[in-house]
């Protein structure tokens, strides 16, 4: 059975620090990986995919992640965080099924010091 | 802006009534997706359909039933809401291949 893990629930980072956020997840095949933003009262929007080639994938507002597979890891990056970061992430982990089925983690919840 | 719509947004309803929520889209996705979004849960699929009258059971279907007459709608059924049933639910949508799913603005559901 497939599976994600985001280990942290809550993390704070002050404006204008990096940031990472970790994400492990179990699939038995070759897994399409997703990061996913909320923010308070919206629905998720889609950050960046993986789905084969690079191991390292830019997505919109400035994020990357990189695919490891020895470490079952993909895990969100952003060189500079804004206030407006401020907002839940979710990734989330599928594969070439016709359904597109995704499984999600629990959730990170990203808060900005100013 | 994936041309998904949910509707109602909000409702209040009280336990052992029937409440159906309705996702509507525009662009006709041949698949679409119910999913139920708890705090700490991050989002669990409820139903999914592949098609017109075409549906299948996600990791938490009990309690719930769903139905597709037409492709750009797509209608999650409560048929006897429960308090555990209080939460927010979000359609899905993909346009298939390896475009991974998007979604509505969510029905933010509380039973009392």
């Known amino acids: 059975a497939q599976s994600v893990t985001q280990p942290d629930i809550h993390i704070t980072v002050s404006e204008g620090a990096s940031l990472e956020l970790r994400c492990n997840y179990s699939?038995?095949?070759?897994?399409?990986l997703f990061w996913y933003v909320q923010s308070p009262g919206q629905g998720l929007q889609l950050l960046l995919k993986?789905?084969?080639?690079?191991?390292l994938v830019q997505g919109i507002k400035g994020f990357e992640a990189e695919f490891k597979r020895s470490q079952s890891s993909f895990n969100l990056r952003k060189p500079s965080v804004h206030w407006s970061d401020a907002a839940e992430y979710f990734c989330?982990?599928?594969?070439?099924?016709?359904?597109?089925?995704?499984?999600f983690g629990g959730g990170t919840r990203l808060m900005v010091k100013p | 802006d994936a041309g998904i719509t949910q509707s109602p947004r909000h409702k209040v309803t009280e336990t052992g009534t029937p409440v159906t929520l309705r996702c509507h889209q525009t662009?006709?996705?041949?698949?679409m997706y119910w999913y139920r979004q708890d705090p700490g849960h991050g989002l669990r699929l409820i139903h999914y359909?592949?098609?017109?009258?075409?549906?299948d059971k996600g990791e938490v279907s009990d309690g719930y039933s769903v139905s597709r007459s037409k492709t750009e709608d797509f209608l999650l059924t409560l048929e006897s809401a429960t308090s555990s049933q209080t939460s927010v639910y979000f359609c899905?949508?993909?346009?298939?291949?390896?475009?991974?799913?998007?979604f509505g603005p969510g029905t933010r559901l509380t039973v009392t």
């Open positions: 989330a982990v599928g594969g070439s099924n016709a359904g597109n089925m995704l499984t």
């Open positions: 699939y038995g095949a070759t897994p399409y």
């Open positions: 993986y789905f084969s080639g690079d191991t």
């Open positions: 662009e006709n996705h041949r698949y």
């Open positions: 359909s592949y098609g017109v009258k075409d549906t």
């Open positions: 899905a949508i993909t346009p298939g291949g390896q475009s991974g799913q998007y």
